[in-house]
């Protein structure tokens, strides 16, 4: 596609269920992240994807957070048990990988835990 | 931990004036970035500066990069109404594209 497509854009959830988001990255950007960003905050890295490699998990904040890449393309980001901190927008982003490549962001994921 | 900072957290100025954001940061860096957020939601690439440059336009913006005080800044003159967004610079380390480390942003209005 043109662009970074996330979906969906908006979603409310009760405290305690799983809710998982979806990227779909420009086509042919090998590299894909999610960020997550809190009202008024700057943006939190989670997990970067590259090509076949293993991914970099190091922003995740707790095992209720996990993420696949299926096919080199589609991400999706699993939050299980969700809680109300869990309330924030979720970032995908994508790039042709590399150092000193644009990364291009979606418009991400408001996501409302009650 | 927040890489980039930026400085001021928040600016106020007239359309037509122009506006200056600071970013700063604390490792080596291979470029540094300047992204645009509109009302939350999706952040749009601005412009990318390397390591090797000094200073880089496009259209009305001018960035400026300072490695030996590991700062940056970014001028959008003749400021307009459509301008007033959060601005993020994000730091590209060395050795690495794994990530982009952003700071907390930048709020500028600009009144019409």
């Known amino acids: 596609g043109a662009g970074v497509s996330q979906s969906p854009s908006n979603k409310v959830t009760e405290k305690g269920k799983d809710v998982e988001l979806r990227c779909d990255p420009i086509?042919?950007?090998?590299?894909l992240y999610w960020y997550r960003q809190s009202l008024g905050q700057g943006l939190e890295f989670l997990i970067y994807?590259?090509?076949?490699?293993?991914?970099?998990k190091s922003g995740l904040p707790s095992d209720r957070f996990s993420a696949e890449r299926t096919g080199g393309s589609v991400s999706t980001l699993t939050i299980q048990r969700t809680q109300q901190e869990d309330s924030a927008v979720y970032l995908c982003?994508?790039?042709?990988?590399?150092?000193?490549?644009?990364?291009?962001f979606g418009e991400g994921s408001w996501l409302t835990v009650v | 931990s927040q890489q980039g900072e930026e400085d001021p957290q928040a600016l106020s100025i007239q359309e037509g004036e122009n506006a200056t954001m600071n970013c700063s940061y604390k490792?080596?860096?291979?470029?540094l970035q300047w992204y645009r957020q509109n009302s939350g939601r999706g952040l749009v690439h601005l412009i990318l500066?390397?390591?090797?440059?000094r200073e880089k336009h496009s259209g009305r913006l001018r960035v400026t990069l300072d490695t030996s005080k590991k700062s940056s800044s970014l001028l959008i003159t003749a400021s307009r109404a459509a301008d007033t967004a959060s601005y993020f610079c994000?730091?590209?380390?060395?050795?690495?594209?794994?990530?982009?480390?952003f700071g907390s942003g930048t709020q500028l209005t600009v009144l019409p």
């Open positions: 994000a730091t590209g380390a060395s050795g690495s594209a794994r990530q982009l480390t």
């Open positions: 994807f590259q090509g076949n490699s293993a991914p970099d």
């Open positions: 500066i390397r390591s090797n440059e």
């Open positions: 982003a994508s790039s042709l990988g590399g150092v000193g490549n644009t990364i291009y």
């Open positions: 086509s042919g950007h090998t590299a």
């Open positions: 490792t080596s860096i291979n470029n």
